[in-house]
């Protein structure tokens, strides 16, 4: 029997694990909210469908592994609250929730892992800790939480800031953000549907959180390029979302993925991440 992925919401790191499971005979089918968004959902070479779905029983009813990656909102989780029947009574092998490690709040830089408390400081952060907490209460859902640090990987690297001369290092002392390439981010999903653990919930990170500052130099030192300047974080002009992410600095422990499904990293530090990306062209 063919396994199907419905993926609500064809994201990024959606398509990176689109592209692992399409060549193993995989269907997948990704979700859009605009039919504009069709050709993009089929180059990826998955099915598309219109969010909310018109018929969403039959939706549910021909997926055997679901992944949600929609974002929620103001009035909470969208899957939830458009297809939250459907998905209570449809037969699902395996959930994969979609979070961020936002739902952890601030720790000055000290370490977390998957049972620290929830202390988000942000509205996105408590949102997603809403939002988990609504999947978390639908019974017998074999639910799989994912909290993904900031993702990195091909058209989303600093080069192109970097090259345009655009880039620049924003120092706060005692600043770290952890990071994940999205090709891990697939291959823990993956593993994660080879060995489903219902009511699991994963830290996705690499080994090396380090300052943001950092990740730009070497950027810069890979392509040859004068070091970006140096701003205080005090000074920089930024946008309110950017500098919300500056509110919280910690260290994500990634063990779990390391010792509960057995996850080799293929970027273990930012340096071969951002060495592979240019090697593929940026």
Not at 90 to 110: E, K, N, R
Request: net charge negative; aromatic share 8%.
């Amino acid at each position: 029997m063919t396994k199907t992925l419905l993926c609500i919401g064809l994201g990024y790191s959606a398509r990176a694990l689109a592209r692992l499971l399409l060549p193993q005979g995989w269907r997948v089918i990704g979700t859009t909210r605009r039919r504009e968004g069709f050709a993009e959902i089929e180059a990826a070479g998955a099915e598309p469908l219109i969010f909310p779905l018109e018929d969403a029983k039959a939706a549910f009813a021909e997926a055997s592994h679901l992944l949600v990656s929609a974002a929620p909102g103001k009035e909470g989780d969208p899957v939830l609250a458009a297809h939250g029947n459907a998905i209570r009574a449809a037969t699902i092998d395996w959930v994969g929730y979609l979070s961020t490690t936002g739902v952890y709040g601030d720790h000055a830089g000290g370490w977390v892992d998957e049972s620290t408390p929830l202390t988000p400081g942000t509205a996105r952060g408590r949102a997603r800790a809403e939002a988990e907490a609504a999947w978390q209460a639908i019974p017998g859902l074999p639910l799989h939480i994912f909290r993904l640090a900031g993702i990195y990987g091909p058209g989303r690297g600093p080069f192109e800031k970097v090259k345009a001369g655009t880039a620049r290092r924003i120092v706060k002392p005692g600043q770290v953000f952890s990071r994940i390439h999205v090709e891990d981010i697939a291959g823990v999903l993956a593993a994660s549907i080879a060995r489903p653990d219902p009511g699991a919930v994963y830290n996705l990170c690499d080994d090396d959180p380090a300052p943001p500052e950092d990740v730009i130099a070497h950027a810069a030192e890979l392509l040859g390029l004068p070091l970006p300047p140096e701003v205080p974080f005090d000074e920089a002009e930024m946008t309110p979302m950017a500098r919300s992410f500056y509110a919280e600095s910690k260290r994500v422990s990634n063990a779990r993925i390391k010792e509960e499904l057995g996850y080799d990293l293929k970027f273990p530090d930012y340096r071969t991440g951002l060495a592979a990306l240019l090697a593929e062209g940026g």
